[in-house]
């Protein structure tokens, strides 16, 4: 695993398979590049670079404290970008499928093909049942992580957004880097519901000319379908899909049939 310094912190990342086709993945809040491993390895086209997020798996911490709101998801993308060299497929999962698809509408040029898992950028579905339905939910985890109950946060967002796994069922250090992790959470959050980097602006989700594949699992929280759909009406050459049994860590649990959807999705570009 390779580091450096990319927007003022230390990086780490890896690259998965020695194929002609330059790839990068993006992870999900509270991931690390490792998930990429078993999902992309099998795609022997592919050479993909994936990178562990500030504040995640070997990459240094990121202090949330005196952030503005979103800036987390701004320097990610940064970050991102800047392993970006000639147009390559981007694929991201959660929070890092919302970073690759700002990368996107910012620079469409940069991308070969798009593979969003569960993009959690609620902004595209405001004023939907479902971004109806999950606001309360978020502002019980706002005011959790603004009351200092980072413990009590981090098991709330484990059990709607994890694999499955009962909290008290996970590994004491895996608790406490989560638990750790949440001011991070609590930063991105306006970049999710309130899209400060401006995601959805008129004109720049229309922009992208890349073949796009949307994946969200049929057992995920109802807001991943409807943000799919709101995207891929959107788009121009999309295509989506619905995996059976799957929650939103769907890379981890369903890590075939997700393989077999970016590699359909390769065959378009």
């Not at 194929?19 to 999902?39: E, N, V």
């Not at 309130?194 to 057992?219: K, S, T």
């Amino acid at each position: 695993m390779d580091k450096d310094i990319r927007e003022g912190t230390g990086i780490s990342w890896q690259v998965f398979g020695t194929g002609p086709r330059p790839a990068l993945a993006i992870h999900c809040m509270l991931g690390t590049s490792d998930m990429w491993g078993p999902l992309l390895s099998p795609l022997a086209e592919l050479s993909t670079t994936a990178f562990d997020l500030p504040g995640h798996g070997k990459s240094d911490p990121w202090g949330a404290e005196g952030a503005a709101p979103g800036a987390y998801q701004t320097l990610a993308t940064r970050i991102a970008a800047s392993f970006i060299e000639r147009p390559l497929d981007l694929i991201g999962h959660s929070f890092g499928a919302s970073v690759a698809l700002r990368i996107a509408v910012a620079a469409p040029e940069a991308v070969r093909s798009l593979t969003l898992i569960e993009p959690v950028l609620f902004a595209a579905a405001k004023d939907s049942p479902e971004w109806a339905e999950l606001r309360p939910h978020q502002d019980h985890l706002d005011a959790l992580l603004a009351d200092g109950a980072d413990e009590e946060a981090a098991r709330r967002f484990v059990r709607d957004w994890g694999a499955g796994a009962p909290w008290d069922t996970i590994p004491d250090r895996h608790r406490a880097r989560f638990v750790a992790q949440m001011p991070i959470v609590a930063n991105v959050t306006p970049a999710n519901f309130e899209d400060p980097g401006q995601i959805c602006r008129p004109g720049g989700i229309e922009a992208i000319d890349a073949p796009v594949m949307l994946i969200h699992g049929d057992q995920s929280p109802p807001i991943s379908a409807r943000v799919c759909e709101a995207l891929a009406a959107r788009m121009a050459d999309v295509g989506t899909a619905c995996v059976p049994g799957a929650g939103h860590m769907l890379p981890l649990t369903h890590t075939r049939q997700v393989t077999e959807l970016i590699a359909l999705n390769l065959e378009r570009s």
